[in-house]
């Protein structure tokens, strides 16, 4: 049978091995969901708001739109593509600001499509806005030359100037080592 507790105060659960919490496997702690995706933070002036307005700086959202223009992406679920995302945020981006400074603002869906594969069947890509490819890029650019020096030197997902083709030489390289030196 059934319990009552409705579907969305269910939450899902990984097995407990023994001797260990269950912290530490893709799990969070008991307790520790704070609704902070759907609440704004009121935290004090610190390095969060200061990474912030670094993002939102007019000198890096420059930066950031020709990126996204370079990378000629199409329309997002809003429909609009990058000249029309251009003539709207001229009236729109106070707002949108405020929202992101606030803690308002909230990404719009992803549009859909299917992309064949070139062995049959179809992958499923997901399109940004391109208002939210510009937030997302004016982060990227503060955040990563923070944060990609504390990666392991082995790690190459998502990383500038490395790549899947990358790591596989290196692993390659590593096992031609091993056997001379063995």
């Known amino acids: 049978m059934f319990d009552a507790m409705p579907m ?37 002036k610190g390095t969060g708001s200061a990474l912030l307005l670094a993002a939102l700086a007019r000198e890096n959202l420059q930066q950031a739109w020709k990126r996204v223009r370079a990378n000629k992406g199409v329309a997002g679920v809003d429909g609009l593509d990058i000249d029309q995302t251009a003539a709207q945020l001229r009236t729109a981006w106070p707002a949108i600001r405020e929202q992101l400074l606030s803690g308002a ?3 719009s869906p992803v549009r859909r499509v299917a992309i064949p594969k070139p062995e049959g069947g179809e992958r499923e890509l997901g399109i940004p806005t391109v208002t939210d490819r510009l937030i997302q890029q004016a982060l990227l650019q503060v955040l990563q030359p923070i944060l990609d020096p504390t990666f392991s030197e082995h790690s190459y997902g998502f990383r500038p100037g490395r790549s899947a083709h990358g790591a596989v ?10 056997r001379q030196s063995g």
Do not use: F, I, L, N
């Open 8 to 44: 969305w105060r269910a939450s899902h659960q990984m097995p407990a091995r023994a001797g260990r919490s269950g912290v530490g496997r893709g799990e969070a702690a008991c307790g520790s969901g704070s609704d902070e995706a759907r609440r704004p933070r009121h935290e004090p």
């Open 105 to 107: 603002y909230r990404p």
């Open 169 to 178: 030489c290196a692993a390659t390289m590593k096992v031609r080592t091993q």
